[in-house]
């Protein structure tokens, strides 16, 4: 790191020292040579301004050497931080290599030359001479014998010590809070770490609202970007999901439709479709609409997304409600409807089993979370667990109807208001930002996204750890 720099305390806080004197001493020349200036006659204003600038220009040569010295001081201070602890380790390493000479000296000794592919020995040494890292060695300096860090100690440092730490303690300090279960957080600072704005989850949003197509474009682009085995994972499961959505929907269209031009739509979004039509129901005024009119149609559209259709009811209802009365046409009407009933139930089975894997993400997240307040020092049981794995999933399903009505009340509304009809991919876009939008808000207070602190509160009230 030095290269060819001696860095000798000796030699250079004597130099800084007399560096600094010299400038000090030619500035005060120069500004006596000023003066002299500014008061003698015109003939004598030259030399003195030439003493000046030539006072002034040694002092400037004297203040970059003092800055040099001072480089090398402040390099020799990083080093000694940095280094503090590094070989505290040095009596155990020390112990581990006394060993294996031991064990190496006995077996030439009695020429045995029985070595173990595995020694302990060997095992001490290269557990003990891993790769060091200063931060996590004050970090464990600050958990007790379970590996739990302690709050009250980290709350003494942030109270009263916080000026004593070194460089790399003062990194590890700041670490180990964005580390700590939100209710630590609140213990040790008075209040939970807020997370920064997610602005590439909000543009993945919107991009996702373009159709199944691009959930699985965005999904693939988070598989060859993840930083950590853990993401990645994660990112390939949720490409996984969204692929078998899209899937099973395109199959289905075309199975029951036998139109592959309307299967293939299915990747899509339709940038024509009218967002009030989408919402609509055969009979329903699509002129006169009201905000709340909107609001309400949207609600009822999304909980009959989940919902299954009776096949053979739906058959009979489309019989029931035709004009035509011809026994051929009757079962081309009938066979028709059951088949679109079969569709909107595929539909609806990809919907649910959507809303499963979100659950088995929630749950994920939430033993991780449980493990995170161990770490902590903070209970949180396994009832606490599966309470909150399920109203996180139903309170996520939740928001998502609520963006869809906000956005469609918004952006419908105003369109009916002049007279023009809003693009449903225009409202489906706008639904991912209000969403991302409420999350944020949540996170930006607490720390978590709006299921989580509903799953929080709801949790605290029914009293579970």
């Known amino acids: 790191m030095l290269g060819f720099d001696i860095l000798d305390g000796s030699v250079i806080l004597p130099k800084k020292r007399e560096a600094k004197q010299n400038e000090e001493h030619e500035r005060h020349e120069a500004d006596k040579a000023k003066r002299r200036r500014d008061s003698a006659p015109e003939d004598e204003k030259g030399y003195w301004d030439s003493k000046y600038h030539n006072h002034l220009n040694r002092a400037d040569i004297y203040e970059e050497e003092y800055n040099y010295w001072k480089g090398l001081e402040e390099k020799f201070d990083q080093i000694e931080t940095d280094s503090k602890g590094l070989f505290k380790d040095s009596v155990s390493i020390r112990t581990a290599a006394t060993n294996g000479l031991k064990e190496l000296s006995r077996d030439f000794s009695t020429k045995s030359f029985v070595f173990f592919y595995n020694p302990l020995w060997k095992n001490g040494i290269e557990k003990l001479c891993n790769q060091v890292s200063m931060v996590d060695k004050c970090k464990e300096k600050w958990k007790d014998g379970n590996g739990v860090y302690n709050l009250d100690v980290l709350k003494d440092i942030l109270n009263n010590r916080m000026d004593e730490l070194s460089a790399p303690e003062v990194t590890a300090f700041e670490e180990v809070l964005k580390e700590l279960h939100p209710e630590a957080q609140k213990q040790v600072i008075g209040h939970a770490v807020a997370g ?120 009979e209802a489309a019989i029931e409600n035709a004009d035509d009365i011809a026994e051929g046409t009757l079962r081309g009407i009938k066979i028709k409807a059951k088949d679109a009933a079969r569709l909107d ?93 409420i999350n944020e808000a949540f996170k930006h207070k607490t720390g978590k996204d709006a299921g989580e602190n509903v799953a929080d509160i709801a949790c605290d009230i029914m009293g579970l750890k």
Do not use: C, H
Not at 248 to 261: D, H, K, P
């Open 196 to 315: 920064d704005a997610d602005i590439k989850d909000l543009i993945q949003g919107v991009v996702k609202s373009f159709g199944s197509g691009a959930k699985i474009g965005v999904d693939e682009y988070n598989v060859l970007t993840s930083k950590d085995d853990k993401s990645a994972r994660k990112a390939w499961l949720k490409l996984t999901k969204d692929f078998e959505s899209a899937t099973a929907t395109w199959a289905g269209t075309l199975f029951y439709t036998g139109n592959i031009r309307e299967a293939f739509g299915t990747l899509t979004t339709d940038v024509k479709k009218d967002f009030i039509k989408s919402i609509s129901e055969e009979g329903d005024d699509l002129v006169n609409v009201s905000g709340f009119e909107i609001i309400k149609r949207s609600f009822k559209k999304d909980f009959k997304s989940y919902a299954f259709k009776n096949v053979e009811k739906a058959g």
């Open 345 to 437: 139930n595929v539909k609806a089975g990809v919907k649910w089993a959507g809303t499963l894997v979100d659950f088995a993400f929630n749950a994920s997240d939430n033993l991780e979370e449980q493990e995170l307040a161990r770490k902590s020092g903070i209970e949180m049981s396994n009832g606490r667990v599966a309470a909150e794995t399920v109203i996180e999933t139903l309170v996520d399903v939740g928001v998502g109807f609520v963006g869809n009505a906000a956005a469609g009340f918004a952006i419908g509304g105003a369109a009916a208001l002049l007279g023009l009809s809003a693009p449903a991919i225009a409202v489906t876009a706008a639904s991912a930002v209000v969403v991302w939008g």
